[in-house]
T-cell receptor
Framework: SQQGEEDPQALSIQEGENATMNCSYK?????LQWYRQNSGRGLVHLIL?????REKHSGRLRVTLDTSKKSSSLLITASRAADTASYFC???????????FGAGTRLTVKP | SQTIHQWPATLVQPVGSPLSLECTVE??????LYWYRQAAGRGLQLLFY??????ISSEVPQNLSASRPQDRQFILSSKKLLLSDSGFYLC?????????????FGPGTRLLVL
């Protein structure tokens, strides 16, 4: 069963704008990961944030984690057409050898 | 550097036929290996994971089975395919002793059962 739920399901923006995607989950986690998937391809790992971390950066990506609200956000700044893809959050629970993926957010960046 | 291969890329099979999808990893030893299925427009469902040769854990009861005959080889099989087995199958690996770290995915196999 899915643990994380992304919001929105789909997002369409213009090139240069920022894109924000959210992920909510229900139970305490060990870490949360964001992945990207281009259409018909495998997933690519973007960022891993642990439960004791609040924010991480990687290039134009910024991930925040609020464990009190059981939510995370992925911000892509200055978006490009090449950022068009589906973005998934995956949660890893404590004492559980398991990674649960949400249904994803489909991001379209228009040139 | 590590690479992960899956084949075939696309497969069309009749209902009731057998299935064998293969995944191999290069550039690492003793990886954790995983099989996921992704329905159209959905997230990933973990099917099997393996922490070593001959060690397979199944997440959900289903028409599929997995085997790990060699350290870096993971095979997904079925004796008789069902229509509901159609989907996008992804293999992944990680270098941790648990499932709690980054996973690296293969390019996937798209299976259509007719």
């Amino acid at each position: 069963s899915q643990q994380g739920e992304e919001d929105p399901q789909a997002l369409s923006i213009q090139e240069g704008e920022n894109a924000t995607m959210n992920c909510s989950y229900k139970t305490s986690i060990n870490n949360l990961q964001w992945y990207r998937q281009n259409s018909g391809r495998g997933l690519v790992h973007l960022i891993l944030i642990r439960s004791n971390e609040r924010e991480k950066h990687s290039g134009r990506l910024r991930v925040t984690l609020d464990t009190s609200k059981k939510s995370s956000s992925l911000l892509i700044t200055a978006s490009r057409a090449a950022d068009t893809a589906s973005y998934f959050c995956a949660t890893v629970l404590y004492n559980n050898n398991d990674m649960r993926f949400g249904a994803g957010t489909r991001l379209t960046v228009k040139p | 550097s590590q690479t992960i291969h899956q084949w075939p890329a696309t497969l069309v099979q009749p209902v009731g036929s057998p299935l064998s999808l293969e995944c191999t990893v290069e550039g690492t030893s003793n990886p954790n290996l995983y099989w996921y299925r992704q329905a159209a427009g959905r997230g990933l469902q973990l099917l099997f994971y393996s922490v070593g040769i001959g060690q397979i854990s199944s997440e959900v009861p289903q028409n599929l089975s997995a085997s790990r005959p060699q350290d870096r080889q993971f095979i997904l099989s079925s004796k008789k395919l069902l229509l509901s087995d159609s989907g996008f199958y992804l293999c992944a690996w990680s270098n941790s002793r648990t499932l709690q770290e980054t996973q690296y995915f293969g390019p996937g196999t798209r299976l259509l059962v007719l």
